[in-house]
């Protein structure tokens, strides 16, 4: 129904910069909020940002606030995801996911309430 495409990742250096993109295509018209999550390797999947798309709010773990940036473009069915002062601890493969309803019991930051998820792209920061 929904289909989402990540791009952007790739091999920083501690303390650098990224800029991830999800295109969304099929029915997106109804789409009520989309979400950063990223999972590393032996760790559970965790919400990153998430931003609501027919009003201007977004929200952010504790862990990323203050240096990732969620943004959106309606009219390209596209949410970025921009990553200032990149940490080691950051290194994931990272997700895009819609939720169409904004109804789930579960709430904003978990991966339950997502339907839609991208293939992921990876981010690896050195140190």
């Known amino acids: 129904q929904v289909q989402l495409v990540e791009r952007g990742g790739g091999l920083v250096q501690a303390g650098g910069s990224l800029r991830l993109s999800c295109a969304a295509s099929?029915?997106?018209?109804?789409?009520?909020?989309m979400g950063w999550f990223r999972q590393a390797p032996g760790k559970e999947r965790e919400f990153v940002a998430g931003?609501?798309?027919?009003?201007?709010?977004?929200y952010y773990a504790d862990s990323v606030k203050g240096r990732f940036t969620i943004s959106r473009d309606n009219a390209k069915n596209t949410v970025y995801l921009e990553m200032n002062s990149l940490k080691p601890e950051d290194t994931a493969v990272y997700y895009c996911?819609?939720?169409?309803?904004?109804?789930?019991?579960?709430?904003?930051?978990?991966?339950?309430?997502?339907?839609?998820w991208g293939q992921g792209t990876q981010v690896t920061v050195s140190s």
């Open positions: 996911a819609a939720d169409l309803s904004g109804t789930s019991v579960f709430g904003s930051r978990s991966s339950k309430s997502y339907a839609y």
């Open positions: 099929g029915r997106t018209s109804s789409t009520y909020r």
């Open positions: 931003i609501r798309w027919s009003v201007d709010y977004t």
